[in-house]
């Protein structure tokens, strides 16, 4: 045993041996001796200079310390005067004892008043190449190839046994220059905060940072306000880093927004790096104003020439009004109060920032219900945007402008609106930024008061012209067959509408579009033509151009009582009063007609409906642009009034009765002048009976001749026989 006895005495003797040592050299020696030296070497190692201006603290037992001051390190070539890196205060201590077994544990990490200039010129180039270059010149000296792959392992093995008490950042400031964009970013200040750190083990995070970035792509200065905390787990073996409970609050003002936006952010953030670069977001929760979106993201081969994208994501339920007043954004107006109160999102995506697919996505917007899928791919020279969807039905007109809802009803177009116009204000800009292919089915979609029902439509738009082709629905007991295109390609929108409408209700039609009583009733077909331009109302009409024509059956029109007019007309003629309480409009049992329009000026010239009763052909025009009407019915009474109120007029029957409509839509006169229509009948008459008579004369007259020449011959042969027997 005094073998043992004496190793331990020469363990202690050593032990004393240190100590006496490291006191002495802390007694002794002064690390401020060895700064032109040490900048020297930093000089020759990176090529760039190294300022020590203040004092070098060092400390070696038991923990090997090194505290620096005002510490200047100098830009690369081209890059300026201003230095790369200052810092006034960096504090590090290092246990000895672990040293020993090849084990590193930090007592601690402190940097106070670091700022950064990270810059990259006209070029591309950055002001840290050189570094990174030197760095690996470094390495390949250090180790030799053949061993690059032990290194890497025992690297990862040795860093993992790191042991840091604690970091501390506080006082930061980086700022970033980019001539090659014209981006300019600061980050001030940044304060960082870490627990105890060891690989493999988590630890508290916190972080507080303020970035402002203006210029490059960036129409207005922006700043971005970020504190977060949550456990950080550093796995250097197994390339993991990630950050458990993540808790972030994020505030955004500028960049064209109209007031700071605030947000917060919640999730477990896992970057992988062992195979390919992953980035998982999972328990993802982001919220902004009362908006919670919740899921979870990956993004993975972020080190691959194309990053995957692929996160399921769904909304709470949200008042979109309240939301866009939240952000300083302007709601739209609708016709219902209460529309756009219940919004929901709810997706499955997956693709790569440059071509996305969402498969499938369900949006909630009040009582309706869409899904189906979208796309949208920006590796063309405009996004395209891909979607097929479907739904059982959508009121259109609860979110349209009430202007428009003014503008199609009766009251609108009245008197008390006529002096005012309507803008069609359409997002010209945006509508030519995007191509458009897609496809959209519907059980029910209710629009401008009208209902169409099993729809479907096809969308195709690109640069601006954008198609609607076609568009097939069942309408009012028909089957409607139309396209419709809006050109968004210059400065004033162009529209377009081609319509075959089948086994039509027009008057069921009219009545929903006009909201009051329809003018025409029947069941028949409609097909139309039509082309305008213009960003007014009033423009609208004014540019309306092309064609139509129609063919109703067993209807009505409404607002003119033909045979009423003529009654009237017959007893004025007679100085009699005329009173019935007859409904004002005119039946058919056949109604055809086709028209032009010129520039908002509809034009019929072929107007032809019959009954019973009459037989009425008309021609005229009808002006949009101040709806006023001009228009000339030409009726045969061909039946008797005695049905519909009247006295039997046949002396009437098969005149034709010529009735004026002038004025405007809201207010047609109706003028028949039927003492002319008489007077006009009387003397035909009687040149027909002239005529009749000097036929019947003429008739007589040859009758008579013939009866002459008759007994002449007679009384010839007579004579011609007595002087033969002579």
Request: avoid cysteine.
């Amino acid at each position: 045993m005094k073998w043992i006895k004496r190793l331990l005495g020469l363990i202690a003797v050593l032990i004393l041996l240190v100590i006496i040592v490291a006191a002495y050299l802390l007694i002794t020696f002064d690390a401020n001796d060895y700064k032109e030296r040490i900048e020297a070497e930093v000089q020759e190692a990176t090529g760039r200079e190294l300022t020590l201006s203040g004092p070098i603290g060092l400390t070696l037992f038991p923990s090997l310390g090194l505290r620096l001051e005002e510490v200047r390190f100098g830009n690369a070539e081209s890059f300026g005067d201003e230095p790369f890196a200052e810092v006034d205060v960096v504090d590090v201590a290092v246990a000895v004892l672990p040293l020993l077994r090849r084990e590193l544990e930090v007592q601690r990490v402190e940097a106070d008043g670091v700022r950064l200039n990270l810059a990259r010129d006209e070029q591309g180039r950055n002001n840290w190449d050189d570094l990174l270059d030197h760095a690996g010149a470094a390495r390949d000296d250090a180790v030799g190839a053949d061993d690059d792959e032990r290194t890497e392992t025992e690297t990862r093995l040795a860093l993992q046994r790191i042991d840091v008490a604690g970091i501390s950042l506080t006082n930061a400031r980086v700022h970033w220059d980019d001539r090659e964009t014209g981006m300019q970013a600061t980050l001030e200040p940044f304060e960082l905060q870490v627990g105890r750190f060891r690989p493999g083990v988590e630890t508290r995070l916190d972080l507080e940072a303020v970035v402002r970035a203006e210029g490059g792509d960036l129409d207005e200065p922006v700043e971005l306000a970020l504190d977060l905390g949550g456990l950080m787990n550093v796995d250097l073996l197994n390339e993991r880093y990630s950050v458990r409970r993540l808790n972030a609050t994020l505030g955004l003002d500028g960049g064209g927004l109209p007031r700071a936006v605030g947000m917060t952010l919640e999730s477990d953030v896992a970057l992988e790096l062992a195979d390919a670069m992953t980035l998982r977001f999972e328990r993802l929760t982001l919220g902004v104003s009362d908006l919670r979106l919740t899921g979870f993201a990956e993004l993975s081969d972020l080190d691959g020439e194309q990053a995957r994208v692929r996160t399921e994501m769904r909304t709470n339920t949200i008042n979109l009004k309240d939301f866009m007043e939240d952000l300083g954004l302007e709601a739209p107006a609708t016709n219902d109060p209460d529309a756009l109160s219940r919004v929901a999102f709810d997706f499955s995506a997956n693709g790569s920032f440059q071509a996305l697919n969402m498969d499938p996505f369900l949006i909630t917007v009040d009582d309706a219900m869409l899904s189906g899928s979208a796309g949208w791919d920006g590796r063309g020279a405009r996004p395209l945007i891909t979607f097929d969807v479907s739904g059982e039905s959508l009121n259109l007109d609860r979110y349209l402008p009430p202007e428009v809802e003014e503008a199609r009803t009766e009251n609108g177009n009245g008197n008390g609106g006529a002096d005012e116009d309507i803008a069609i204000e359409l997002p010209l800009e945006a509508l030519r930024s995007i191509d458009v292919d897609g496809r959209a089915a519907l059980g029910r979609l209710d629009v401008m008061g009208m209902v169409l029902r099993n729809i479907e439509l096809q969308i195709k738009a690109e640069a601006g012209d954008w198609h609607i082709q076609p568009l097939n629905a069942e309408a009012y007991d028909g089957e409607l067959t139309s396209r419709l295109r809006l050109d968004a390609r210059q400065d004033v929108p162009r529209y377009e509408l081609a319509a075959d409408l089948q086994s039509l209700d027009i008057g069921a039609l009219l009545e929903d579009f006009q909201g009051d009583d329809a003018r025409l009733m029947g069941t028949g077909n409609l097909e139309l033509d039509i082309s305008t331009r213009g960003e007014l109302l009033s423009e609208l009409k004014g540019a309306l151009n092309g064609s139509g024509n129609m063919r109703f059956e067993d209807g009505a029109v409404r607002g003119i009582n033909v045979a009423r007019i003529i009654r009237r007309a017959e007893a004025r003629l007679r100085g009699e009063q005329l009173e019935d309480d007859e409904p004002n409009q005119t039946d058919f049992s056949e109604l055809t007609g086709s028209f032009t329009i010129r520039d908002g000026v509809v034009r019929n010239n072929d107007l032809a409906a019959s009954s019973p009763l009459l037989r009425v052909r008309g021609e005229g025009q009808a002006d949009l642009n101040d709806d006023t009407l001009d228009y000339r019915v030409n009726t045969t009474v061909v039946g008797t009034l005695e049905g519909q109120g009247g006295r039997e007029l046949d002396d009437l029957r098969g005149v034709t009765l010529p009735i004026r409509i002038s004025g405007t839509f809201d207010d047609p006169s109706f003028r028949l002048n039927l003492e002319d229509a008489l007077r006009e009948r009387y003397e035909g008459e009687a040149r027909e009976r002239v005529r009749e008579e000097q036929e019947r004369a003429r008739e007589r007259i040859e009758q008579e001749e013939d009866r002459v020449r008759e007994r002449l011959d007679e009384e010839t042969e007579g004579l011609l026989d007595r002087l033969r027997s002579r």
